[in-house]
């Protein structure tokens, strides 16, 4: 079976620090990492190598330096890895991404499509299943665990706020993954020797896949980010002296006018 992962190279927020003079962020050597959600969509492929037998193409769309986090997941086991590059992709919305992301997807044979659930940077969770829209196959959200891996369909448990939900589904799909389902391998050193091979990296441009060029990079993108800022700090807090049944109400009609409960 053919299986595509989606990686997209992100910045690691949880190195992000906030300049205390300024108020800005400081990205400044801010080292870049594979998604996490992505990285146990990696995994997960990999597990389905191991015991059912699969070829695993791994795609992410980005600037150059992207290379390096499909070489991490070449190492790692995958077969093949491509980068999806160009300035006509540049400053794309998640319209205009998951255009590009399917359009590439389109030059290849897939059963399985697995995207993370949501990029650290963009935040929004939407190019997967947008991906899913535009190749016109079915899409599952939030799976935390794969059962169940045969020839023609796929079952999976999906996560739930308040319940989870197992679904079985015929290929060709595209899933989405959490970071939390497993515990990525560690490359191999064996594949670490192979990675700065000349053709490793198989780079596609705009003239490599078949798209509507209105619809993908910063002109084809339906929304534009017009201001983006730093979050003020929070406000000191307020010291009550009253007895306990009537400080929980004030938590409680504090977090009532927040919307928070
Ligand atoms: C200069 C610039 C301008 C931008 N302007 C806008 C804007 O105006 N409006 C707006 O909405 N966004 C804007 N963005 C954000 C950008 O569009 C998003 O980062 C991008 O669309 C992906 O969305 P996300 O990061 O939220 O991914 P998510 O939807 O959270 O990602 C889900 C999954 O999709 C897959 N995926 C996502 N992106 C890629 C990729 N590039 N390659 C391979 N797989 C991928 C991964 O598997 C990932 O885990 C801008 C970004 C830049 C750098």
């Known amino acids: 079976m053919n299986i595509v992962v989606l990686v997209k190279q992100v ?3 949880n190195e992000v ?16 990492i594979i998604n996490p959600d992505d990285k146990a969509g990696i995994e997960e492929a990999l597990k389905i190598k191991d015991e059912n037998g699969a070829h695993v193409t791994v795609l992410s769309m980005g600037p150059p330096q992207a290379a390096e986090a499909l070489k991490e997941a070449y190492a790692m086991g995958c077969d093949e ?6 300035r006509a992709f540049g400053g794309a919305d998640t319209w205009a991404t998951s255009t590009a992301i ?4 389109n030059n290849l044979d897939y059963d399985l499509i697995i995207a993370g659930r949501q990029a650290i940077d963009g935040d929004t969770a939407q190019v997967g299943p947008q991906t899913a829209e535009h190749l016109a196959i079915p899409s599952i959200s939030y799976v935390e ?9 796929i079952t999976v448990q999906r ?12 290929f060709p799909v595209l899933i989405t993954t959490l970071g939390e389902m497993n515990s990525p391998r560690y490359m191999r050193v064996s594949r670490i020797y192979d990675i700065n091979k000349e053709d490793l990296v198989k780079v596609w441009t705009v003239e490599d896949i078949e798209v509507d060029k209105s619809n ?22 307020k010291v009550f002296d009253v007895d306990s049944e009537e400080g929980a109400n004030i938590i409680i009609d504090k977090l009532a006018e927040e919307f928070l409960i």
């Open 11 to 13: 910045p690691d927020t």
């Open 17 to 32: 620090k906030i300049d205390p003079e300024t108020g800005r962020i400081m990205r400044e050597g801010l080292p870049s």
């Open 81 to 86: 890895v491509i980068l999806l590059t160009d």
């Open 102 to 105: 399917a359009a590439a997807i």
């Open 145 to 153: 665990d794969i059962k169940e891996v045969n020839g023609s369909n």
């Open 159 to 170: 996560q739930y706020e308040d319940r989870y939900q197992i679904l079985k589904a015929k």
């Open 216 to 237: 993908i990079g910063l002109a084809g993108s339906p929304t534009r980010v017009k201001a983006s800022f730093t979050k003020g700090a929070k406000q000191a807090g």
